[in-house]
């Protein structure tokens, strides 16, 4: 399987946004659409997921699944580690945060592992994890209250789902950024990442499925 940097990546998405006018929420749709699917197989009948979504475009796919998913009937549960009234209302992950207000859907807030703590009821029960809270973009060491819920969740040995990378792998060079959710299954968008095959990442990335968002096949042919 032929790999791709996180920069080849994005240039990627910005031609296709800038140059060919597909709006990124398009994109954003087209990856949580196909994600979705792949869950909806893997889960199967009776079976309910926990989905823990970041503030940026990660989430934003995460907010995308959970719309599909419960349209599909799936026993879905959403988790946003922040405000929800920090999103902005116009980004890409904004709409569609508003788009599962609008459906009355709830949106858990979590700011620290006591408040995660207050839904054990909820996230106990359920069968699988989906991971949208990291995307490529991290650079850093994920530490405080971000730190601590990432290990609790990691405590509990659900089947993690990662979206397009697992939270706290680095893209390029499978490096942890100081906590990672390992998972059984990583949904990747558009192409597989470099980091998902060296140094730790063929440990937490599992097996790897990778979503075809419409990027026209043209630009994908140039790399």
Not at 50 to 79: E, P, Q, S
Not at 145 to 167: F, G, R, V, Y
Request: net charge negative; proline share 4%; with cysteine.
């Amino acid at each position: 399987m032929k790999a791709y940097s996180k920069e080849q990546i994005r240039e990627l998405d910005r031609i296709a946004i800038e140059e060919y006018q597909i709006p990124s929420v398009v994109l954003m749709e087209n990856a949580g659409a196909g994600a979705a699917r792949i869950i909806a197989r893997e889960m199967g009948a009776q079976k309910s997921v926990a989905i823990f979504c970041g503030k940026g475009n990660n989430g934003g796919d995460g907010f995308v699944i959970a719309r599909h998913l419960h349209n599909n009937g799936m026993n879905t549960h959403v988790f946003f580690l922040g405000e929800a009234a920090q999103v902005p209302v116009d980004s890409d992950p904004g709409i569609n945060l508003r788009i599962l207000q609008n459906m009355k859907i709830p949106i858990r807030e979590v700011s620290d592992v006591d408040s995660l703590k207050e839904y054990k009821d909820i996230w106990q029960n359920c069968d699988y994890v989906v991971d949208a809270i990291f995307g490529t973009g991290l650079c850093r060491d994920i530490s405080g209250n971000l730190h601590t819920i990432m290990s609790e969740i990691k405590s509990w040995n659900k089947k993690n789902i990662a979206i397009d990378i697992p939270s706290g792998l680095d893209g390029n060079t499978g490096e942890i950024y100081g906590v990672i959710l390992p998972a059984e299954l990583t949904i990747t968008f558009a192409l597989p990442k470099k980091g998902f095959f060296v140094q730790d990442g063929p440990n937490v990335t599992g097996n790897i499925e990778v979503v075809d968002i419409s990027i026209p096949k043209e630009l994908v042919e140039k790399l």
